[in-house]
């Protein structure tokens, strides 16, 4: 994308001053699968995440969950933008935090439409709105 990237776009909204509405909803269209890269995406305030070769449907999903699902904004000292604590957690005492083994995929392995949408919304439907099939 010229003259800047979906990245540095997305923080001119997210940070600018000069930002007309920093709550603009961002759904990001890529050809780009890498773990990595979507991760950066939602780093930086990306609402939601669409991989391409995109259908009508995937794209329908995450509009429908920028619309009906929307997540409360965060400003903390290094981020703003949509809350990225996907998971409703439920607080059952006084350990809130456990440890858990690290088990995350290399930052260059490509993920589905499945995996971006878990990655997203962890709490949707299993099928996550993706292709069948559709390897990303």
Same mark, same amino acid.
């Given at each position: 994308?010229?003259?800047?990237?979906?990245?540095?776009? &997305?923080?001119?909204?997210?940070?600018?001053?000069?930002?007309? +509405? $920093?709550? &603009?909803?961002?759904?990001? $269209?890529?050809?780009?699968?890498?773990?990595?890269?979507?991760?950066?995406?939602?780093?930086?305030? $990306? +609402?939601?995440?669409? $991989?391409?070769?995109?259908?009508?449907?995937?794209?329908?999903?995450?509009?429908?969950?920028?619309?009906?699902?929307?997540?409360?904004?965060?400003?903390?000292?290094?981020?703003?933008?949509?809350?990225?604590?996907?998971? &409703?957690?439920e607080?059952?005492?006084?350990?809130?935090?456990?440890?858990?083994?690290?088990?995350?995929?290399?930052?260059?392995?490509?993920?589905?439409?499945?995996?971006? +949408?878990?990655?997203?919304n962890?709490?949707?439907?299993?099928?996550?709105?993706?292709?069948?099939?559709? &390897?990303?």
């Amino acid at each position: 994308m010229k003259p800047m990237d979906g990245l540095e776009f &997305t923080r001119k909204v997210r940070l600018s001053r000069e930002s007309p +509405n $920093v709550f &603009t909803p961002i759904i990001m $269209v890529s050809g780009h699968s890498e773990r990595g890269r979507i991760i950066a995406a939602r780093d930086t305030g $990306v +609402n939601e995440f669409v $991989v391409k070769p995109i259908s009508a449907k995937s794209l329908f999903d995450r509009i429908q969950a920028v619309i009906e699902r929307p997540r409360p904004f965060v400003r903390v000292k290094r981020y703003f933008g949509p809350d990225r604590r996907r998971k &409703t957690v439920e607080h059952g005492g006084e350990e809130r935090r456990v440890a858990k083994p690290a088990t995350a995929a290399p930052s260059d392995q490509a993920m589905s439409h499945s995996e971006v +949408n878990a990655l997203f919304n962890p709490d949707s439907a299993p099928d996550g709105g993706g292709d069948k099939g559709d &390897t990303g």
